[in-house]
């Protein structure tokens, strides 16, 4: 069944996971989601992630990561969607919990977490929040 919204279901998938204690989720892949799973693994979020061929399609396999058994991730949020798109310049890129979490952003330069835009001086669409 065709999905309108792949970053929203990818971020659900995660968020369902977590709340069910998995050690890990597989999720359809695309660029846009390696990307954003690799800002979540440098930012500590998840332990890893891979690409695994299945059927002819892609397949991410994200490993949740957690702390004494409480997760890693504890908010997953869709600020832009297909009927909404939020762009921001580069001097009103959001700060998550005041630093805390961190924004993901769609740029010129690639998928970028907030901070790393504000050091290269670039805005574009947020994606989502992570804390």
């Known amino acids: 069944m065709p999905v309108t919204d792949p970053i929203a279901d990818f971020l659900t998938r995660i968020r369902n996971a977590v709340k069910a204690k998995k050690r890990y989720v597989d999720i359809p892949s695309s660029n846009m989601k390696v990307g954003i799973a690799e800002i979540m693994k440098n930012a500590k979020f998840i332990r890893d992630y891979s690409i695994t061929e299945d059927n002819k399609q892609n397949v991410l396999r994200i490993l949740l990561s957690y702390v004494d058994e409480e997760p890693s991730v504890s908010g997953l949020k869709r600020i832009s969607t297909p009927g909404l798109r ?36 670039v805005g574009g669409e947020v994606l989502c929040y992570i804390w």
Request: without cysteine; proline residues 6%.
């Open 86 to 121: 939020r762009y921001v310049g580069k001097d009103e890129i959001p700060r998550v919990l005041n630093g805390l979490g961190i924004a993901v952003l769609s740029t010129p330069n690639g998928v970028i977490n907030d901070r790393q835009a504000r050091l290269q001086g």
